[in-house]
């Protein structure tokens, strides 16, 4: 995977700024460890960084076409590009490179804006044309890649992360009402398209940014449509297991070492024994795994968000596709040691000791493969979540999953809240999310409602938790796919009616009966368990102590958002705060409000 960067300005001569445009590419090193460079003009600058996976040699960037005065960085992989090559040198193009991102360029050179329609694929680039004096900026059908843009006084700023726009000083970290309430009021359901930092904007899934003198503008080139599933029930579960199949194998093509992430449910092993099929079909070794754990984790009580441990569960899948599989240990005090990567990572506050987990996990894994896949999203397009089967939930006039929850926002201090006034923005952006569900005429009530909840997954659930996987996983220089994020699929399954989704009342019972030749009974008919959260009672004992300092601290930046005596009487009271995250978590809570004060330090963020 790859880092993308760059600068528009109609009024300077960005040759003269190759400095500040490296400046912004490097902030993305480790997004692409392997390579780097930058492509200057006079109003257009673009900076890449490269992970080398589809052909090592030939697929440096950012890629130019001279006849065309066309540049083009791109960060992703295109599942597609064979199919899309030969059709272009049958139209009379000629390549010079095996990799993906020639067939990107290209593609737009004979189909202009509509190229992505085509595109089957993870991706977020910028492409300039210098014709035309105009800069596209293009993300995948879900957004699995992210994609960050500044509308400034005389162009624009765009990056992967938006620590790549920060580093330019045109663009200023602050936090405006709306950066507040994403921050504390939704944090998990971010606003499709806010950046959180005052004017960072985030490209949205399956749109395009088009940005010329004068004028810019984001349009979708994808989305979902409503029609009559006709299927029967054989044969929905045949072509699910068709689409997934063939995505599959599809995002098992690379030139570097690839292996999947395995928890012992039935999303992840059902990709993994679909890899190791495709291995075996080809004449390859075995699949490579991984899972987590943590000290103490078989000793846990289960609860509703996690059901059982993992290690059980992933010893069966195991044993029954036959893995070369590996189990990742993550010890408290390392947890601890991996705090600031992960903020550094995300530029944001985020999911605190999960987070680090994860990249303690990824950390691991990249030491022996550079491409893994996940089963991350199959509990949005199959309905696997508590909240698709809780009633009270669904008839909920909010998001489903923030149904009788607290959020951080209950912190703010009285004047704060004033102005961000977070029920009301929540509220709104309710409203709003329900504005964009595709209806389908004709429709009952019940149906349409389910229908709806599915949108809330696709587009407030699902993109907090790719960014997470793909900020962790790319602090590493670990490429991360996700074969249940093909849109094709995704299509298909829209339209399917939940009768049909969860037979008989089953959690995700298409899913399971779509893959259930290639795994064990207990893997199969294993109940939804979230990603775990780790027993860490050093990493509590060493939040409690440091929460303490910051209510000590006269200047502790974050008590300028949070009420400092509601914290104190918390923390004396022992009660937990409210936690940004809907798994339950007692330091959730205090993992926010400290990193929140950790990254308006290092971050240097000004409130407005």
């Not at 004709?442 to 949108?455: M, N, P, V």
Request: hydrophobic content about 40%.
């Amino acid at each position: 995977m790859c880092g993308v960067s760059g600068w528009i300005d109609w009024e300077t001569d960005l040759r003269t700024r190759e400095r500040t445009v490296r400046a912004m590419a490097e902030t993305l090193a480790c997004r692409g460890p392997d390579a780097g460079g930058v492509r200057l003009s006079r109003h257009a600058a673009l900076g890449h960084r490269r992970l080398s996976v589809i052909d090592l040699e030939g697929g440096g960037q950012p890629l130019s076409d001279q006849d065309t005065d066309t540049a083009l960085s791109y960060n992703g992989e295109l599942y597609n590009y064979r199919e899309l090559r030969r059709e272009l040198q049958s139209l009379g193009h000629t390549f010079r490179t095996r990799s993906d991102t020639e067939v990107v360029l290209r593609a737009h050179l004979q189909w202009g804006d509509a190229a992505p329609r085509r595109f089957n694929g993870m991706f977020a680039y910028a492409l300039w044309d210098g014709r035309r004096q105009k800069l596209l900026l293009v993300r995948d059908h879900l957004g699995v890649k992210p994609l960050y843009w500044h509308a400034h006084r005389s162009g624009v700023l765009f990056g992967s992360e938006p620590k790549a726009v920060l580093a330019n000083p045109l663009f200023r970290a602050e936090l405006d009402a709306e950066g507040i309430a994403e921050l504390f009021a939704l944090p998990a359901a971010p606003t499709a398209g806010h950046g959180v930092f005052r004017g960072l904007r985030e490209l949205r899934p399956g749109h395009l940014l088009t940005v010329s003198r004068g004028a810019t503008r984001e349009l979708p080139y994808w989305r979902l449509t409503s029609a009559p599933h006709t299927d029967d029930a054989a044969t929905t579960q045949a072509r699910v297991r068709d689409l997934l199949a063939d995505t599959v194998e599809r995002q098992m093509l690379s030139d570097v070492p690839l292996c999947t992430l395995l928890s012992g449910g039935v999303d992840s092993s059902a990709i993994t024994a679909l890899a190791a099929a495709a291995r075996e079909r080809t004449g390859h070794s075995k699949v490579t795994s991984f899972s987590v754990d943590f000290p103490g984790s078989a000793d846990r009580t289960p609860d509703a968000w996690r059901t059982s441990a993992d290690a059980p569960f992933v010893r069966a899948a195991v044993e029954h596709i036959g893995t070369l599989h590996t189990s990742v240990v993550v010890p408290d005090e390392d947890l601890l040691d991996a705090r600031d990567a992960v903020l550094r990572a995300r530029d944001r506050p985020g999911w605190g000791e999960m987070d680090a987990s994860l990249h303690l996990l990824f950390r691991e894994v990249r030491r022996r493969s550079t491409v893994a896949l996940s089963g991350e999203a199959a509990d949005e397009i199959f309905g696997g979540y508590p909240y698709f089967h809780d009633p009270a939930a669904l008839a909920a006039d909010t998001f489903p999953w923030l149904h009788g929850r607290a959020t951080p926002a209950e912190l703010l201090r009285p004047d704060v809240r004033a102005q961000v006034r977070p029920h009301e923005y929540t509220a709104e952006q309710y409203r709003r999310s329900l504005a964009e569900v595709p209806s389908l005429p004709g429709e009952s009530a019940a149906d349409r409602r389910i229908r709806e909840i599915f949108h809330l997954a696709l587009t407030r659930w699902l993109p907090p938790l790719l960014d997470r996987a793909d900020r962790v996983s790319m602090s590493v220089g670990l490429e991360l796919r996700v074969p249940f994020c093909d849109h094709r699929l995704v299509e298909y399954l829209w339209n399917v009616p939940w009768a049909l989704k969860a037979p008989g009342g089953r959690p995700k019972g298409l899913l399971r009966d779509a893959v259930r030749d290639l795994l064990p009974p207990q893997v199969t008919d294993r109940p939804k368990s979230g990603y775990p959260s780790t027993p860490a009672v050093r990493y509590t004992e060493v939040l409690t102590a440091r929460a303490h300092e910051l209510l000590a601290d006269p200047n502790a930046p974050v008590f300028d958002l949070v009420d400092r005596a509601v914290v104190r009487a918390a923390l004396a009271e022992g009660r937990p705060l409210p936690s940004p995250r809907t798994a339950p978590n007692p330091v959730g809570g205090l993992d926010h409000l400290v990193q929140v004060d950790e990254w308006l330090r290092a971050y240097r963020v000004s409130l407005r």
